[in-house]
């Protein structure tokens, strides 16, 4: 299972291909746009947001709402195109007035790709490093999720910390904890919190700043045995920890109890294992976070990531112009302020990703009932020892 993605955040659109679905999976467009949705949704996006209404569009590999094995087009249009087809032009030459982009913003891709790629016109880098790719990414995720529900795998998420606040301890299981989540405008499942939060954010906005945080992507039904521990690429973590250091600002990732476990004694971070006959193997914690080895274990696998700061401020930050090489201090015209609540449902979208992939590596058959007979073999197999 692969994907490609294309686009730039004013071109014309966003593709995606996928490639390597079984044939046979039930598909929905609409279960697609449900996760674009979420992905637009969370106090703090900036006036993007109320342009763009992503959906996709199938260009291929589905007929009569199944795949047929054959490579998935997906197509999300740019709303805002309109407003710079002249500027985005594909064909012809610059117009007269474009204002070429030489200011390269402290924090974001522009100065390093305007050094690497040897552009005059920053616009050239800043349109493919910006978080509107992440469209594709919640795309791409969406597919994955639909062959992962098939066997009853589940993705959620939920902020657990936005700027200086703490969510702190939550309770209840994660489907009723990524349930609030969901009816939060922060994504946070604790509605004192979100007020605060929500405060927070008003206030910095006014300050003309921006805020990070940390989201927590939980799986559930994951079976064991999916990575392996025989070499670092193939182990789920390592796999786990580079997509979701692949989403736009991600600064770091933890897996389980994460930098914690460090801090602990060995006897109060791993989990004990028990056996009764009609649960099989079993633990009564998850600090591992459903990985040892690079293997998932059976437990619901537990990851967060750490989202820096948007770097684009209206309170200006100092840089260089790229073409004077003068000092300037500017600022821009539209940005999010915080953008966590999005990235918990990109951090979704990649770990489903890397989950049906590695689930395919396993199982992968070329039709659904393929995998499914796989499937059913190995958890025999497992049922035995
Ligand atoms: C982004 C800047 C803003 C965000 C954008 C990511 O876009 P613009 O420069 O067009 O105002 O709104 O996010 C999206 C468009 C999106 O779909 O998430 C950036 O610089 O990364």
């Not at 996709?56 to 009569?64: A, L, N, Q």
């Not at 805020?211 to 559930?220: C, D, N, R, Y």
């Not at 750490?306 to 539209?334: F, G, H, N, Q």
């Amino acid at each position: 299972l692969r994907y490609l993605t294309a686009g730039e955040s004013h071109g014309p659109q966003l593709t995606a291909i996928v490639e390597g679905l079984p044939a046979n999976l039930p598909f929905s467009v609409e279960k697609i746009n449900h996760q674009l949705w979420r992905r637009q949704q969370g106090y703090g996006r900036g006036g993007r947001m109320r342009i763009e209404t992503d959906q996709v569009k199938i260009g291929s590999g589905v007929r009569f709402g199944k795949t047929m094995g054959t490579p998935v087009t997906l197509v999300i249009e740019n709303r805002d195109w309109k407003n710079w087809e002249q500027r985005m032009s594909i064909e012809g030459n610059p117009p007269a007035d474009l204002e070429v982009v030489t200011k390269p913003r402290p924090g974001h891709a522009d100065l390093a790709g305007a050094l690497k790629y040897d552009q005059e016109d920053i616009r050239n880098v800043l349109e493919r490093a910006s978080a509107r790719n992440t469209a594709t990414l919640v795309a791409i995720g969406a597919v994955a999720r639909q062959l992962l529900e098939q066997f009853n795998i589940h993705v959620y998420s939920h902020v657990v910390e936005l700027g200086p606040v703490k969510v702190g301890a939550i309770s209840g299981t994660i489907e009723d904890i990524a349930a609030r989540a969901e009816q939060s405008q922060v994504r946070v499942a604790n509605p004192e919190k979100e007020e605060e939060i929500i405060e927070l954010i008003k206030k910095v906005r006014k300050e003309g700043n921006s805020l990070g945080g940390i989201f927590e992507v939980v799986v559930t039904g994951v079976p064991v045995g999916l990575g392996s521990y025989s070499m670092p690429d193939r182990k789920l973590d390592s796999r786990l920890a580079g997509a979701l250091m692949g989403i736009q600002a991600i600064k770091g990732v933890e897996i389980g109890l994460g930098f914690d476990a460090a801090r602990r004694l060995g006897s109060d971070v791993h989990d004990e294992i028990f056996y009764s006959q009609d649960r099989g193997y079993y633990r009564d914690t998850n600090g591992a976070g459903g990985l040892e080895g690079g293997v998932s274990n059976g437990q619901p696998i537990v990851v967060r990531a750490a989202m820096k700061p948007i770097p684009t401020l209206y309170k200006p930050l100092r840089s260089v112009d790229m073409a004077s090489k003068d000092a300037y201090e500017a600022s821009i015209e539209r940005s999010d302020v915080c953008a966590v609540p999005a990235a918990a449902v990109v951090g979704e979208a990649v770990t489903a990703w890397v989950l049906a992939q590695s689930f395919l590596e396993k199982f992968g058959g070329d039709s659904l009932e393929e995998i499914k007979n796989n499937y059913g073999n190995y958890q025999a197999m497992v049922a035995r020892r």
